[in-house]
């Protein structure tokens, strides 16, 4: 199971005091999508995305987070994680033991907001 980011992009520079809408996709095998949320300060604090389009099993789901931007500028984190419907939820951190074989750990996005 997966959520990824498709926007902002890596280092994308966006303006402070702004709604920007973060978008992403997730994805899980044999279930379906039933939350997807979004943090923009490296994980202390996790936010609900909207789901967007039909959910089914094995399909990407589409998602969209409205993001105010913060007044202060400067590099912030972003990372979404998925929960299927089994209440499994993606993994904060790589699971080391997987090697390279599966990545479905949450992948930070650095963007700059000026």
Not at 27 to 52: F, H, M, P, Q
């Amino acid at each position: 199971m997966k959520a990824e980011i498709a926007r902002p992009g890596i280092n994308e520079v966006v303006a402070s005091n702004d709604n920007y809408p973060i978008r992403g996709a997730a994805w899980t095998s044999g279930g379906e999508i039933a939350k997807v949320e979004v943090t923009t300060n490296g994980g202390a604090r996790w936010n609900e995305a909207k789901l967007i389009g039909d959910s089914g099993t094995d399909v990407w789901r589409l998602w969209e987070f409205d993001w105010r931007t913060p007044n202060a500028p400067g590099r912030y984190t972003l990372m979404a994680r998925a929960t299927d419907s089994s209440g499994h939820t993606q993994p904060d951190h790589r699971d080391a033991n997987l090697g390279t074989y599966m990545i479905n750990h949450c992948l930070p996005i650095e963007i700059e907001v000026r």
